[in-house]
Protein backbone atom coordinates (compact mmCIF):
# COMPACT_ATOMS: atom_id res chain seq x y z
CA UNK A 1 0.00 0.00 0.00
CA UNK A 2 1.65 3.35 -0.71
CA UNK A 3 2.27 5.93 1.79
CA UNK A 4 2.96 8.90 -0.50
CA UNK A 5 -0.75 9.35 -1.83
CA UNK A 6 -4.17 9.05 -0.59
CA UNK A 7 -6.42 6.20 -1.52
CA UNK A 8 -9.74 6.67 -3.58
CA UNK A 9 -12.13 8.65 -1.81
CA UNK A 10 -15.38 6.97 -1.06
CA UNK A 11 -18.49 6.36 1.01
CA UNK A 12 -19.47 3.17 2.85
CA UNK A 13 -22.71 1.40 3.18
CA UNK A 14 -24.66 3.30 6.01
CA UNK A 15 -23.94 2.31 9.58
CA UNK A 16 -25.92 3.39 12.36
CA UNK A 17 -23.32 3.86 15.21
CA UNK A 18 -24.31 4.38 18.46
CA UNK A 19 -23.18 7.85 19.83
CA UNK A 20 -23.11 7.84 23.75
CA UNK A 21 -25.56 9.71 25.37
CA UNK A 22 -23.27 12.15 27.07
CA UNK A 23 -22.02 13.36 23.51
CA UNK A 24 -25.50 13.40 21.76
CA UNK A 25 -25.72 16.91 22.09
CA UNK A 26 -23.06 17.06 19.41
CA UNK A 27 -25.48 15.38 16.93
CA UNK A 28 -27.84 18.61 17.68
CA UNK A 29 -25.08 20.65 16.84
CA UNK A 30 -24.53 18.92 13.41
CA UNK A 31 -28.29 18.81 13.27
CA UNK A 32 -28.76 22.39 13.16
CA UNK A 33 -25.99 23.79 10.91
CA UNK A 34 -27.25 21.18 8.43
CA UNK A 35 -31.14 22.68 8.70
CA UNK A 36 -28.89 26.07 8.11
CA UNK A 37 -27.60 24.63 4.98
CA UNK A 38 -23.93 23.88 5.75
CA UNK A 39 -22.31 20.50 4.65
CA UNK A 40 -21.11 18.98 8.71
CA UNK A 41 -20.06 15.73 9.57
CA UNK A 42 -18.28 14.07 12.51
CA UNK A 43 -14.54 14.13 12.00
CA UNK A 44 -11.55 12.38 13.87
CA UNK A 45 -11.10 10.20 16.68
CA UNK A 46 -14.46 9.90 17.37
CA UNK A 47 -15.41 8.41 13.81
CA UNK A 48 -12.21 6.07 14.47
CA UNK A 49 -13.63 4.75 17.68
CA UNK A 50 -16.76 4.34 17.19
CA UNK A 51 -15.79 2.06 14.20
CA UNK A 52 -13.48 0.36 16.55
CA UNK A 53 -16.11 0.01 18.98
CA UNK A 54 -14.74 2.00 21.56
CA UNK A 55 -16.27 5.03 23.96
CA UNK A 56 -15.00 7.87 21.83
CA UNK A 57 -13.74 10.63 24.57
CA UNK A 58 -15.06 13.60 22.53
CA UNK A 59 -16.68 14.36 19.75
CA UNK A 60 -15.46 16.93 16.94
CA UNK A 61 -17.25 18.23 14.16
CA UNK A 62 -16.03 19.57 10.87
CA UNK A 63 -18.24 22.04 8.87
CA UNK A 64 -18.65 24.29 5.65
CA UNK A 65 -19.75 27.15 7.81
CA UNK A 66 -17.27 29.90 8.70
CA UNK A 67 -16.66 30.42 12.62
CA UNK A 68 -18.57 33.86 12.36
CA UNK A 69 -21.88 32.08 11.03
CA UNK A 70 -21.13 29.09 13.81
CA UNK A 71 -21.13 31.56 16.54
CA UNK A 72 -24.40 32.99 15.07
CA UNK A 73 -26.65 29.61 15.21
CA UNK A 74 -25.53 29.22 19.10
CA UNK A 75 -26.65 30.91 22.17
CA UNK A 76 -22.92 30.31 23.80
CA UNK A 77 -19.71 29.24 21.85
CA UNK A 78 -15.85 30.04 22.85
CA UNK A 79 -13.38 31.30 19.97
CA UNK A 80 -10.77 28.96 20.63
CA UNK A 81 -9.08 29.12 17.39
CA UNK A 82 -10.82 31.73 15.08
CA UNK A 83 -7.86 32.18 13.17
CA UNK A 84 -8.10 28.76 12.08
CA UNK A 85 -11.73 28.25 11.87
CA UNK A 86 -12.50 26.91 15.31
CA UNK A 87 -15.06 27.27 18.46
CA UNK A 88 -16.43 25.63 20.50
CA UNK A 89 -20.06 25.03 20.88
CA UNK A 90 -21.04 25.21 24.67
CA UNK A 91 -24.70 22.62 24.91
CA UNK A 92 -25.93 21.49 28.16
CA UNK A 93 -22.36 22.72 29.97
CA UNK A 94 -19.94 20.33 27.90
CA UNK A 95 -18.36 22.20 24.92
CA UNK A 96 -17.64 20.56 21.12
CA UNK A 97 -15.05 21.46 18.75
CA UNK A 98 -16.43 22.66 15.62
CA UNK A 99 -13.39 23.95 12.45
CA UNK A 100 -14.51 24.97 9.44
CA UNK A 101 -13.21 22.77 6.48
CA UNK A 102 -9.98 24.49 5.54
CA UNK A 103 -6.71 23.87 3.26
CA UNK A 104 -3.31 24.71 4.56
CA UNK A 105 -0.03 26.06 3.13
CA UNK A 106 3.10 24.98 3.98
CA UNK A 107 4.43 24.84 7.48
CA UNK A 108 6.97 27.66 8.28
CA UNK A 109 8.15 26.17 11.76
CA UNK A 110 7.14 22.68 12.20
CA UNK A 111 4.33 23.94 14.37
CA UNK A 112 1.74 26.04 12.11
CA UNK A 113 1.28 26.70 8.69
CA UNK A 114 1.83 30.10 6.75
CA UNK A 115 -1.79 30.15 6.60
CA UNK A 116 -5.02 28.97 6.29
CA UNK A 117 -7.76 29.22 4.00
CA UNK A 118 -11.48 27.87 3.43
CA UNK A 119 -11.43 24.39 1.61
CA UNK A 120 -14.05 21.57 1.12
CA UNK A 121 -14.34 18.57 3.45
CA UNK A 122 -12.01 16.51 1.43
CA UNK A 123 -9.30 19.38 1.57
CA UNK A 124 -9.90 19.28 5.56
CA UNK A 125 -9.13 15.36 6.12
CA UNK A 126 -5.96 15.58 3.42
CA UNK A 127 -4.36 17.92 5.99
CA UNK A 128 -4.39 15.54 9.23
CA UNK A 129 -2.13 13.70 10.29
CA UNK A 130 -3.14 9.61 10.30
CA UNK A 131 -5.28 8.16 8.18
CA UNK A 132 -7.75 6.53 10.86
CA UNK A 133 -8.18 10.18 12.16
CA UNK A 134 -9.82 11.41 9.10
CA UNK A 135 -12.52 9.43 8.45
CA UNK A 136 -16.06 11.84 8.13
CA UNK A 137 -19.08 10.52 9.26
CA UNK A 138 -22.61 11.63 8.82
CA UNK A 139 -24.67 10.76 11.89
CA UNK A 140 -27.96 11.19 9.73
CA UNK A 141 -27.22 8.97 6.99
CA UNK A 142 -24.96 7.14 8.19
CA UNK A 143 -22.14 6.89 5.82
CA UNK A 144 -18.66 7.11 6.62
CA UNK A 145 -16.68 9.09 3.83
CA UNK A 146 -12.82 7.74 3.10
CA UNK A 147 -11.06 10.00 0.84
CA UNK A 148 -7.87 8.49 2.70
CA UNK A 149 -8.07 4.82 3.12
CA UNK A 150 -8.53 5.04 6.85
CA UNK A 151 -11.16 2.03 7.08
CA UNK A 152 -8.85 0.10 5.24
CA UNK A 153 -6.17 0.86 7.64
CA UNK A 154 -8.37 0.51 10.77
CA UNK A 155 -9.04 -3.55 9.49
CA UNK A 156 -5.41 -4.05 8.98
CA UNK A 157 -4.76 -2.12 12.42
CA UNK A 158 -2.02 -0.48 11.61
CA UNK A 159 -0.71 3.45 11.86
CA UNK A 160 -0.27 5.48 8.90
CA UNK A 161 0.09 9.30 7.91
CA UNK A 162 -1.84 11.14 5.33
CA UNK A 163 0.03 11.82 2.40
CA UNK A 164 4.17 11.35 2.38
CA UNK A 165 5.10 10.59 5.83
CA UNK A 166 7.93 12.77 5.47
CA UNK A 167 6.21 15.73 4.95
CA UNK A 168 3.23 15.13 7.52
CA UNK A 169 6.10 14.93 10.39
CA UNK A 170 8.06 18.47 9.31
CA UNK A 171 4.41 20.33 9.78
CA UNK A 172 4.43 19.06 13.27
CA UNK A 173 7.10 17.21 14.79
CA UNK A 174 5.38 15.99 18.00
CA UNK A 175 3.65 13.82 15.22
CA UNK A 176 6.43 11.30 15.62
CA UNK A 177 5.67 11.14 18.64
CA UNK A 178 2.12 10.95 18.21
CA UNK A 179 1.99 7.95 15.93
CA UNK A 180 3.88 6.08 18.53
CA UNK A 181 1.13 6.94 21.55
CA UNK A 182 -1.84 6.13 18.77
CA UNK A 183 -0.47 2.80 18.19
CA UNK A 184 0.09 2.33 22.05
CA UNK A 185 -3.42 3.08 22.47
CA UNK A 186 -5.08 1.19 19.92
CA UNK A 187 -2.53 -1.65 20.51
CA UNK A 188 -1.86 -1.31 16.01
CA UNK A 189 1.33 -1.49 14.45
CA UNK A 190 2.89 1.03 12.61
CA UNK A 191 3.09 1.17 8.88
CA UNK A 192 6.43 0.73 7.27
CA UNK A 193 7.05 4.02 5.57
CA UNK A 194 5.12 5.69 8.08
CA UNK A 195 7.87 4.05 10.24
CA UNK A 196 11.21 4.24 8.27
CA UNK A 197 10.41 8.46 8.49
CA UNK A 198 9.84 8.20 11.83
CA UNK A 199 13.33 6.67 12.19
CA UNK A 200 14.76 9.39 10.17
CA UNK A 201 13.43 12.38 12.03
CA UNK A 202 13.62 11.37 15.71
CA UNK A 203 16.03 13.83 16.62
CA UNK A 204 13.72 16.84 15.19
CA UNK A 205 11.67 15.78 18.01
CA UNK A 206 14.09 18.15 20.32
CA UNK A 207 12.56 21.17 18.34
CA UNK A 208 9.24 20.30 20.06
CA UNK A 209 8.27 22.07 23.40
CA UNK A 210 8.94 19.94 26.51
CA UNK A 211 5.18 20.36 27.49
CA UNK A 212 4.10 18.88 24.54
CA UNK A 213 6.10 16.08 24.85
CA UNK A 214 5.52 15.57 28.38
CA UNK A 215 1.80 15.26 27.73
CA UNK A 216 2.27 12.97 24.94
CA UNK A 217 4.56 10.50 26.71
CA UNK A 218 2.07 9.95 29.50
CA UNK A 219 -0.64 9.49 27.56
CA UNK A 220 1.84 6.65 25.82
CA UNK A 221 2.66 4.97 29.51
CA UNK A 222 -0.77 4.41 30.29
CA UNK A 223 -1.50 3.60 27.08
CA UNK A 224 -2.72 -0.40 26.71
CA UNK A 225 0.92 -1.06 25.11
CA UNK A 226 2.73 1.33 26.68
CA UNK A 227 5.30 -0.70 27.25
CA UNK A 228 5.83 -1.87 23.51
CA UNK A 229 5.43 2.13 22.86
CA UNK A 230 9.02 2.60 24.77
CA UNK A 231 10.46 -0.06 22.80
CA UNK A 232 9.30 1.32 19.95
CA UNK A 233 10.56 4.59 20.40
CA UNK A 234 13.68 3.38 21.62
CA UNK A 235 14.45 1.60 18.34
CA UNK A 236 13.47 4.28 16.03
CA UNK A 237 15.54 6.73 18.25
CA UNK A 238 12.41 9.05 19.29
CA UNK A 239 13.67 7.95 23.03
CA UNK A 240 17.53 8.76 22.82
CA UNK A 241 16.29 11.97 21.45
CA UNK A 242 14.70 13.19 24.43
CA UNK A 243 14.81 10.76 27.66
CA UNK A 244 18.76 10.27 26.79
CA UNK A 245 18.87 8.55 30.12
CA UNK A 246 16.38 6.30 29.74
CA UNK A 247 17.14 5.19 26.17
CA UNK A 248 20.75 4.54 28.14
CA UNK A 249 19.46 1.41 29.86
CA UNK A 250 19.15 -0.37 26.87
CA UNK A 251 23.05 -1.34 27.46
CA UNK A 252 23.23 -1.74 31.00
CA UNK A 253 22.31 -5.26 32.68
CA UNK A 254 18.60 -5.82 34.74
CA UNK A 255 18.56 -5.18 38.55
CA UNK A 256 18.50 -9.54 38.47
CA UNK A 257 20.67 -11.23 36.60
CA UNK A 258 18.84 -14.19 37.20
CA UNK A 259 15.49 -12.47 35.99
CA UNK A 260 14.20 -12.77 32.30
CA UNK A 261 14.74 -9.35 31.32
CA UNK A 262 16.99 -8.83 28.48
CA UNK A 263 18.75 -5.14 29.66
CA UNK A 264 17.28 -2.49 32.38
CA UNK A 265 15.27 -0.75 29.36
CA UNK A 266 13.78 -4.04 29.08
CA UNK A 267 12.80 -4.84 32.84
CA UNK A 268 11.69 -0.97 33.08
CA UNK A 269 9.27 -1.77 30.58
CA UNK A 270 8.28 -5.52 32.24
CA UNK A 271 7.46 -3.19 35.18
CA UNK A 272 5.40 -1.06 32.95
CA UNK A 273 3.29 -4.10 31.77
CA UNK A 274 2.78 -5.73 35.40
CA UNK A 275 1.99 -2.44 37.36
CA UNK A 276 -1.98 -2.19 38.24
CA UNK A 277 -3.74 0.33 38.28
CA UNK A 278 -1.35 2.04 35.88
CA UNK A 279 -1.69 6.21 37.36
CA UNK A 280 0.15 8.32 35.19
CA UNK A 281 2.78 9.41 37.91
CA UNK A 282 3.45 5.90 38.69
CA UNK A 283 3.87 4.79 35.07
CA UNK A 284 6.58 8.10 34.92
CA UNK A 285 8.21 6.04 38.13
CA UNK A 286 8.08 2.79 36.81
CA UNK A 287 9.60 4.04 33.55
CA UNK A 288 12.13 6.01 35.71
CA UNK A 289 13.62 3.27 38.23
CA UNK A 290 16.25 1.81 36.63
CA UNK A 291 18.05 5.36 36.57
CA UNK A 292 20.82 5.74 38.62
CA UNK A 293 19.12 7.55 41.65
CA UNK A 294 16.31 9.92 42.24
CA UNK A 295 18.05 12.91 41.49
CA UNK A 296 18.40 11.80 37.82
CA UNK A 297 14.67 10.84 37.83
CA UNK A 298 13.70 14.58 39.00
CA UNK A 299 15.89 15.90 36.75
CA UNK A 300 14.28 14.17 33.91
CA UNK A 301 10.66 15.42 35.32
CA UNK A 302 12.47 18.84 35.04
CA UNK A 303 13.39 18.95 32.03
CA UNK A 304 10.12 17.44 30.70
CA UNK A 305 8.23 20.50 33.05
CA UNK A 306 6.29 17.82 34.86
CA UNK A 307 4.59 20.29 38.05
CA UNK A 308 6.07 20.55 41.38
CA UNK A 309 3.46 18.22 42.59
CA UNK A 310 3.35 15.27 39.99
CA UNK A 311 7.20 15.73 40.03
CA UNK A 312 8.10 15.51 43.57
CA UNK A 313 5.67 12.23 43.55
CA UNK A 314 7.60 10.48 41.10
CA UNK A 315 10.98 11.57 42.63
CA UNK A 316 9.90 9.98 46.08
CA UNK A 317 8.28 7.18 44.57
CA UNK A 318 11.81 6.04 42.80
CA UNK A 319 14.14 7.02 45.62
CA UNK A 320 11.93 4.60 48.12
CA UNK A 321 11.49 1.87 45.47
CA UNK A 322 15.54 1.53 44.88
CA UNK A 323 15.61 1.26 48.84
CA UNK A 324 13.70 -1.58 48.74
CA UNK A 325 14.70 -3.23 45.34
CA UNK A 326 17.59 -3.06 46.68
CA UNK A 327 17.30 -4.92 49.47
CA UNK A 328 16.55 -2.92 52.52
CA UNK A 329 13.68 -3.68 54.69
CA UNK A 330 11.34 -0.98 55.42
CA UNK A 331 11.54 0.60 59.11
CA UNK A 332 9.33 2.33 61.45
CA UNK A 333 11.18 5.49 60.23
CA UNK A 334 10.64 4.49 56.50
CA UNK A 335 7.47 3.46 57.02
CA UNK A 336 6.16 7.04 58.44
CA UNK A 337 8.77 9.01 55.73
CA UNK A 338 6.06 7.39 52.99
CA UNK A 339 2.96 7.57 54.57
CA UNK A 340 3.63 11.22 55.08
CA UNK A 341 4.56 11.60 51.35
CA UNK A 342 1.76 10.26 50.71
CA UNK A 343 3.16 7.24 48.26
CA UNK A 344 2.87 4.05 50.28
CA UNK A 345 -0.10 2.50 47.32
CA UNK A 346 1.84 3.49 44.56
CA UNK A 347 5.02 2.12 46.39
CA UNK A 348 3.39 -1.39 47.05
CA UNK A 349 2.34 -1.08 43.44
CA UNK A 350 6.02 -0.07 42.11
CA UNK A 351 7.23 -3.35 44.75
CA UNK A 352 4.69 -5.70 43.25
CA UNK A 353 5.23 -5.11 39.56
CA UNK A 354 8.82 -5.19 40.06
CA UNK A 355 8.89 -8.77 41.39
CA UNK A 356 6.30 -9.91 38.94
CA UNK A 357 8.48 -8.83 36.38
CA UNK A 358 11.71 -10.08 37.83
CA UNK A 359 10.00 -13.50 39.10
CA UNK A 360 10.80 -12.73 42.60
CA UNK A 361 8.32 -14.27 45.00
CA UNK A 362 6.12 -12.12 47.08
CA UNK A 363 8.10 -12.11 50.35
CA UNK A 364 9.19 -8.38 50.35
CA UNK A 365 5.81 -6.85 49.06
CA UNK A 366 4.47 -8.79 51.99
CA UNK A 367 6.90 -7.59 54.63
CA UNK A 368 6.71 -3.89 53.11
CA UNK A 369 3.01 -4.06 53.06
CA UNK A 370 3.22 -5.30 56.50
CA UNK A 371 5.21 -1.91 57.80
CA UNK A 372 3.19 0.15 56.28
CA UNK A 373 -0.06 -1.26 57.60
CA UNK A 374 1.01 -1.06 61.10
CA UNK A 375 2.33 2.39 60.51
CA UNK A 376 -1.09 3.71 58.15
CA UNK A 377 -1.87 6.36 60.86
CA UNK A 378 1.35 7.89 61.89
CA UNK A 379 1.53 10.11 58.51
CA UNK A 380 2.17 13.63 61.14
CA UNK A 381 4.64 16.30 59.90
CA UNK A 382 7.55 16.21 61.33
CA UNK A 383 8.71 19.55 63.16
CA UNK A 384 11.09 21.51 60.56
CA UNK A 385 14.84 21.55 60.89
CA UNK A 386 14.97 25.26 60.24
CA UNK A 387 12.41 28.30 60.81
CA UNK A 388 12.24 31.75 59.41
CA UNK A 389 13.71 33.16 62.64
CA UNK A 390 16.36 30.79 62.08
CA UNK A 391 16.90 32.10 58.66
CA UNK A 392 17.13 35.57 59.86
CA UNK A 393 19.28 34.44 62.64
CA UNK A 394 21.95 33.36 59.77
CA UNK A 395 21.89 36.86 57.43
CA UNK A 396 18.55 36.10 55.16
CA UNK A 397 16.48 38.86 54.34
CA UNK A 398 12.79 38.21 55.34
CA UNK A 399 10.69 38.23 52.17
CA UNK A 400 9.15 35.92 49.52
CA UNK A 401 11.78 33.72 49.27
CA UNK A 402 11.60 31.98 52.94
CA UNK A 403 9.31 29.54 51.72
CA UNK A 404 11.22 28.98 48.60
CA UNK A 405 13.87 27.91 50.68
CA UNK A 406 12.14 26.50 53.77
CA UNK A 407 10.37 23.77 50.96
CA UNK A 408 13.45 23.22 49.92
CA UNK A 409 15.11 22.18 53.16
CA UNK A 410 12.18 19.68 53.28
CA UNK A 411 12.90 17.98 50.35
CA UNK A 412 16.53 17.78 50.98
CA UNK A 413 15.70 16.09 54.39
CA UNK A 414 12.91 13.81 52.55
CA UNK A 415 15.86 12.99 50.09
CA UNK A 416 18.50 12.13 53.66
CA UNK A 417 20.74 14.98 52.36
CA UNK A 418 20.29 16.47 56.15
CA UNK A 419 18.80 15.31 58.99
CA UNK A 420 20.01 18.08 61.39
CA UNK A 421 19.86 21.85 61.99
CA UNK A 422 23.29 22.62 61.80
CA UNK A 423 23.60 20.34 57.92
CA UNK A 424 20.45 22.22 57.06
CA UNK A 425 21.72 25.72 57.48
CA UNK A 426 25.25 24.57 55.79
CA UNK A 427 22.77 22.99 52.80
CA UNK A 428 20.99 26.47 52.35
CA UNK A 429 23.94 28.32 52.19
CA UNK A 430 25.36 25.87 49.72
CA UNK A 431 22.19 26.34 47.38
CA UNK A 432 21.04 29.59 48.13
CA UNK A 433 24.05 32.18 48.46
CA UNK A 434 23.04 35.27 49.96
CA UNK A 435 19.42 34.56 50.16
CA UNK A 436 18.23 34.20 46.98
CA UNK A 437 15.44 32.25 45.70
CA UNK A 438 17.10 29.88 43.28
CA UNK A 439 15.22 26.39 43.42
CA UNK A 440 18.43 24.08 44.49
CA UNK A 441 19.98 21.54 41.76
CA UNK A 442 19.06 18.74 42.84
CA UNK A 443 15.19 17.66 41.92
CA UNK A 444 12.85 17.70 44.52
Known amino acids: MSTSTPRSSRKSSPLNLAIPERLRPGIEIVRRLREAGWETYLVGGVVRDLLLGRPPV ?87 ID ?24 EDRLRLLRAVRLAAELQFTIEPGTRAALSDLAPTITGVSAERIRDELVRLLVAPDGADGVLL ?21 PPHADGPALDALDHACRVLRCLRPRRPELAVAALLCGLPDAAAA ?18 NLVREFQRLSGGDHLSAADARRVQHQGIAEGLLGLLRAHLEAAGGDSAAYLRAAG ?8 AAEPDRLITGDDLIAIGYVPGPAFSVILCAVEEARARGEVATAESARAWIRRHFPAGTARPPVEPA
Not at 64 to 84: C, S
Not at 104 to 114: D, I, K, Q
Not at 147 to 164: E, K, S, Y
Open 233 to 253: MAATGLLGAFLHEVAALASQP
Open 58 to 144: DLDIATAAPADRVAALFDRTVPVGVQFGVVAVVLDGHPYQVATFRREGPYLNGRRPSYVENGSARDDVCRRDFTVNALLYDPFTGEI
Open 147 to 170: HVGGRADLADRCIRTVGPPAERFA
Open 298 to 315: GEVCRRLRFPTVERREVT
Open 371 to 378: VLAAHAGS
